[in-house]
């Protein structure tokens, strides 16, 4: 084992490698901690944030599989500024000196794509104050209630907005609590809100509500779900907050991994390791960055390789493309900071997932037949389109609130875009359960099942199923 006899040295070379290169990240503190506080940190998403069951089952499976050599998480790095990055104290010099360039790349990812400009950058002291409002409304209104409440709105936390347009919600107003982004508090929207609930009465309420399909059915409920006390629209406001801080992780996942990985690169071989600490690395860096199991890419891998490409593209371009395209030799790096400034991974592959690179990584489409996998697609088009689309809102169904008085009965109509792929029903019915905890009144879902239009409903007995 390397045994790094001055951290902060390797830390302060690193950085100064890192700005060499161009990049610019936050400053970022390190901090050595053993595997169960990695762990911990990574199933709760950043340190400090509420209790419930799904936070204490993601550790205990990515425990497990770090205790039986399945896995292992080298760091978990924080968006904020100053950035904070966990590093595992089981590392030896090495590995954390990479670690740490990997780091870098994904601080300067973080504050310079614009992805991630409206982020929170004090979440890691909002999510401390979260969780003390919970905590209080645990011992007021009891440990159970809380927990059902959070389990209804957890389980809708994905189907926020895509692109965080609405400010958060909440229902408290502390002077005293700040975002640290504009000067004001992380509450303060809700004084332009006013009541969340609209008068029946009000000669501006609309027609019809929403007056347009809402995506983001975390603020519709926020607004709209009449009979919510303030602790549960705090709630609700809490976990979209939250969720909308991590939204932009979701939504570059290769391009970020791909960033890290290309800089850490770049940092290590710019700091002229030894042969044998060198041959080291190059045994860790392969590992990160290879291609993955057969029907599976590994993110590291496609972003570094993605963006090698296109530095090599624009660093020499053919004829055909400086005389039709513009493309001057020798724009590769300039490109690469325009790329991670303004992409997101389905905006990466989509524009820059060529027909030779994936020819080169062997990429294609595969399908179940008579229970056995086969390639159904090496099309280049076909691949980066399937690639694209399976981003598309994460993978997950695209659920919209089509009609917040339906029947003229305050019962909440929800549509799924339906694409092509079925719900999982009994996982549908469920969510439409805690739907019902949030909106008090029956909630409907329409879908495709097997090719026909279904209704799935809710009215606080039973689930049911109609066929439209």
């Not at 205790?67 to 090495?94: M, R």
């Amino acid at each position: 084992m390397i045994i790094d006899r001055d951290p902060e040295h390797t830390m302060q070379e690193v950085w100064d490698v890192a700005k060499s290169f161009g990049l610019d990240p936050f400053p970022t503190h390190f901090e050595i901690v053993p595997a169960s506080i990695v762990y911990e940190f990574g199933a709760y998403g950043i340190p400090g944030r509420f209790s419930h069951w799904t936070h204490g089952k993601a550790f205990y499976h990515m425990k497990t599989m770090y205790d039986y050599g399945l896995s292992k998480i080298y760091e978990l790095v924080i968006n904020a500024n100053p950035s904070q990055a966990f590093l595992l104290d089981t590392n030896d010099a090495l590995e954390n000196k990479m670690v740490m360039a990997h780091v870098l790349g994904h601080t300067d990812f973080f504050k310079n794509n614009l992805y991630f400009a409206h982020t929170n950058r004090k979440m890691p002291e909002s999510v401390g104050v979260h969780a003390d409002r919970i905590a209080r409304y645990e011992f007021e209104h009891g440990l159970l209630a809380i927990e059902h409440f959070l389990d209804a709105a957890l389980s809708l936390k994905e189907h926020v907005a895509r692109k965080p347009d609405n400010a958060p919600v909440t229902t408290s107003a502390r002077p005293d609590e700040h975002n640290g982004s504009n000067g004001g508090t992380i509450y303060e929207d809700v004084l332009s809100l006013g009541d969340p609930r609209p008068a029946e009465s009000s000669p501006d309420r609309a027609k019809h509500i929403p007056e347009r399909p809402e995506h983001d059915l975390l603020y519709f409920l926020i607004n709209y779900a009449r009979d919510l006390e303030d602790w549960q629209r705090d709630v609700l406001a809490i976990v979209r907050e939250e969720m909308l801080y991590f939204l932009p992780n979701m939504q570059t996942k290769i391009i970020n991994e791909g960033w890290a990985s290309l800089w850490h690169y770049r940092i290590m071989e710019a700091l002229e390791l030894p042969a044998s600490e060198y041959a080291s690395f190059s045994r860790m860096h392969s590992g990160v960055v290879s291609p993955g199991g057969r029907m599976r890419i590994n993110p590291y891998f496609l972003g570094f390789k993605v963006l090698e490409d296109i530095e090599r593209r624009w660093d020499k371009p053919t004829i055909e493309e400086q005389e039709r395209l513009g493309r001057v030799p020798g724009q590769g790096r300039a490109k690469l900071f325009e790329v991670r400034e303004t992409e997101s991974d389905q905006t990466l592959l989509r524009k820059y997932l060529t027909e030779d690179l994936i020819r080169d990584l062997d990429l294609y489409t595969y399908k179940l037949v008579d229970d056995e996998w086969q390639v159904a697609d090496t099309d280049w088009r076909v691949v980066r389109d399937s690639l694209v689309a399976g981003l598309d809102n994460f993978g997950l169904p695209v659920i919209v609130v089509e009609d917040g008085d339906y029947r003229n009965n305050r019962e909440l109509y929800l549509v799924h875009r339906f694409e092509g792929t079925d719900l999982d029903i009994r996982y549908a019915e469920k969510t439409l359960q805690h739907t019902y905890l949030i909106w008090n009144r029956s909630v409907h879902l329409e879908t495709v099942i097997d090719g026909r239009k279904v209704r799935l409903s809710y009215d606080g007995r039973r689930n049911s199923k109609t066929v439209i």
